[in-house]
Antibody
Framework: EVQLVESGGGLVNPGGSLRLSCSTS????????INWVRQAPGKGLEWVSS????????YYADSVKGRFTVSRDYTKNSVSLQMNSLRAEDTAVYYC?????????????????WGRGTLVVVSS | SSELTQDPALSVALGQTVRITCQGD??????ANWYQQKPGQAPSLVIY???KRPSGIPDRFSGSSSGNTASLTITGAQAEDEADYYC??????????FGGGTKVTV
């Protein structure tokens, strides 16, 4: 059974740091991109970051570029999101999601499994 | 532009049909996928690619696309279909995109 479980959320002061983890199981970890998607209270989904199965391709939303860093640990089958210089607008539930990449014409990409999310609150 | 636009809210009578649309330039080159999110839950995939449904998704959910617009249609809406629906795609820079979401009331 495919599972993704986020952890590491909590309350942090503006300007502070937090490290989120996404622990995975039930699939070949290195074969899939993992994405972070967040949702501010009462708002829609916002894509945050993506890391390829090999870690060779990493992307960030403009809103977090330069402040967030994503990485993979192949010994633990987990993905981390290091969040620095946190702002009030980073307050959200953070989800990790597995992405299927199917190289067809046109190419097919979609998020097939999601974790339940972890809440990050940035407030003094 | 790298944006996906959805209507904020739609309502549908029980058993009737509702179409949710998603517009964006990226949809000319990439498929739209659709996710359902109920209160307090994570999003879940309902339609991906060219009208494909994951296992367990009822066939009353269908997808279509034309030009820069993708659509999710619920034919014979049920009470349990009341939820927020999000479209998703990519842009040419490999940024993943989400629409703003459509709240469907049954």
């Amino acid at each position: 059974e495919v599972q993704l479980v986020e952890s590491g959320g909590g309350l942090v002061n503006p300007g502070g740091s937090l490290r989120l983890s996404c622990s995975t199981s039930g699939f070949t970890f290195s074969h899939y991109d993992i994405n972070w998607v967040r949702q501010a209270p009462g708002k829609g989904l916002e894509w945050v970051s993506s890391i390829s199965g090999s870690s060779n391709y990493i992307y960030y939303a403009d809103s977090v570029k330069g402040r967030f860093t994503v990485s993979r640990d192949y010994t633990k089958n987990s993905v981390s999101l290091q969040m620095n210089s946190l702002r009030a607008e980073d307050t959200a539930v953070y989800y990790c999601a597995r992405e299927v990449d199917y190289y067809d014409i046109p190419p097919l990409y979609y998020f097939d499994y999601w974790g339940r999310g972890t809440l990050v609150v940035v407030s003094s | 532009s790298s944006e996906l636009t959805q209507d904020p809210a739609l309502s549908v009578a029980l058993g009737q049909t509702v179409r949710i649309t998603c517009q964006g330039d990226s949809l000319r080159n990439f498929y739209a996928n659709w996710y359902q999110q109920k209160p307090g839950q994570a999003p879940s995939l309902v339609i991906y690619g060219k009208n494909k449904r994951p296992s367990g998704i009822p066939d009353r959910f269908s997808g279509s696309s034309s030009g820069n617009t993708a659509s999710l249609t619920i034919t014979g809406a049920q009470a349990e279909d009341e939820a927020d629906y999000y479209c998703n795609s990519r842009d040419s820079s490999s940024n993943r995109l989400f629409g703003g979401g459509t709240k469907v009331t049954v």
